[in-house]
């Protein structure tokens, strides 16, 4: 019976070909079964990431951090720097004791002459689109986030699936067991042992539920999505494939990483600081006009003075020399930021690509070749326990290797959803998006 029974088991598992993970396209052990749901709203990716970009926190925070370029043009708008007004007055003493009052005013006003307001808002101007390609870059991480959790909700989803189907299936043990008990056909043993099983298989069946809202929530804490009725994935998953070539990678690297066009912006308005604050060394001289009004203690007529004004600072000691090293220093800060993001790109691109590779065969391997036919396994068991042609552990033993071998086919999924994840958000684009890779 024994040895009868192990090649059924071998016969079962070599019944199984090419099958694809789809929940939605006869997925072993979804037919005929309701799907899992958590009262939330079916949504689509799409529509989730849509969502996303309107109402995600992170980009809710990213949007205001661009208007700290504002501070930049503010100080760039003035046209000419304040006018310096002076005025002064006391009395004239005359030889022979008399007495005057004098008077002067004066008004002043800095001319930049070295061009630093343009330089000013070229500064403005770059660390404005340094901060908009952050913001860029927030979106497109919140974009990666919100498609790796809505993976993993339909991995979790199934997993409450398969953990309900194997609920099901021990209470229809536990019947069988009552029925073959109550005619004599096996001990009350048995029957308690089923009842056990079938009471584990709930306990499993509301974990899995459980992990599976847990995941729909971040979904809604990633998107901004109401947590009252979080969004539920719908579909299947992506059919697993394998990635672009490395030069294909670099090539939308390139052209898209969100990361390295923060780096190369950086540089530039590095640059631009390092051009202001050499301007900035520059003297800035003053023009204006003085009046005074002079007295006359001996006799006569007051006299009225109007003199045209120059001060010119001579750049002897004080040089900005603190801005001018700290903006140096910057810049071969961001050079070396972007230098080495560029050097390792390559490394780190093939790095991922041979990941995503290996996950593909993985699911390839359970998918194309020893992936089991779920329902139809559990369908053979159930009849062959309720003929007595097996015994309960014999059935529990058979079970739990076609369930474990269900969860590694997710969990190769699960890794391959990551690797791609991972892939995506270092090229800086959709892998399969048809503007890009075929």
């Not at 559990?378 to 059935?395: K, Y």
């Not at 058979?398 to 994840?421: G, H």
């Amino acid at each position: 019976m024994l040895r009868a029974f192990t090649a059924a088991i071998f016969l079962l598992a070599g019944t199984a070909h090419a099958q694809d993970i789809h929940p939605e396209r006869g997925e072993p052990g979804h037919e005929g079964t309701e799907p899992v749901r958590i009262d939330g709203v079916p949504v689509s990716l799409e529509r989730v990431l849509h969502h996303a970009m309107r109402s995600a926190p992170a980009l809710s925070v990213a949007r205001a951090e661009v208007g700290l370029a504002g501070e930049e043009l503010g100080a760039a708008a003035p046209f000419l720097p304040n006018p310096i007004v002076s005025g002064g007055a006391g009395p004239r003493f005359g030889q022979d004791g008399a007495t005057g009052l004098d008077a002067v005013a004066g008004l002043q006003i800095p001319i930049e002459i070295a061009g630093q307001r343009p330089l000013r808002f070229e500064v403005a101007r770059a660390a404005r689109r340094t901060r908009e390609l952050r913001l860029e870059e927030a979106r497109w991480d919140v974009h990666q986030r919100v498609h790796a959790a809505y993976r993993a909700a339909l991995v979790a989803r199934r997993r409450a699936q398969l953990a309900r189907e194997i609920a099901h299936f021990q209470d229809d043990l536990v019947a069988i067991a009552r029925r073959r008990v109550e005619a004599g056909e096996a001990s009350p043993l048995q029957l308690s042992l089923a009842q056990a099983e079938a009471a584990q298989a709930n306990q499993r069946a509301i974990a899995t539920l459980q992990t599976y809202r847990e995941a729909c929530l971040l979904l809604a804490e990633l998107s901004g999505w109401d947590a009252e009725r979080p969004p539920e994935p719908v579909g299947a998953f992506d059919a697993a494939r394998q990635a672009p070539s490395l030069a294909a990678l670099l090539e939308l690297a390139r052209a898209h990483n969100p990361a390295l066009d923060v780096r190369r912006a950086a540089v530039d308005e590095a640059r631009a600081r390092v051009s202001l604050a050499d301007r900035e060394a520059w003297p800035t001289p003053s023009i204006g006009a003085q009046y005074t009004r002079e007295s006359a203690p001996g006799g006569g007529a007051p006299e009225d003075v109007v003199l045209g004004v120059l001060n010119l600072p001579l750049p002897i000691f004080e040089l900005n020399q603190a801005e001018r090293a700290a903006s140096a220093a910057r810049l071969e800060v961001a050079l070396a930021e972007r230098d080495a993001f560029s050097r390792v790109l390559a490394a780190r691109l093939e790095r991922l690509r041979t990941a995503v590779d290996a996950a593909v065969a993985r699911v390839s391997a359970y998918g194309e070749d020893i992936l089991p036919r779920f329902e139809e396994n559990m369908r053979l068991l159930r009849r062959a326990f309720e003929l007595g042609e097996i015994d309960l552990l014999q059935l529990s033993l058979a079970l739990e290797r076609f369930l474990s071998i269900q969860i590694e086919a997710l969990d190769a999924y699960v890794d391959y959803a990551a690797a791609v994840a991972a892939l995506e958000a270092e090229i800086g684009a959709e892998l399969w998006s048809e503007e890009h890779v075929p």
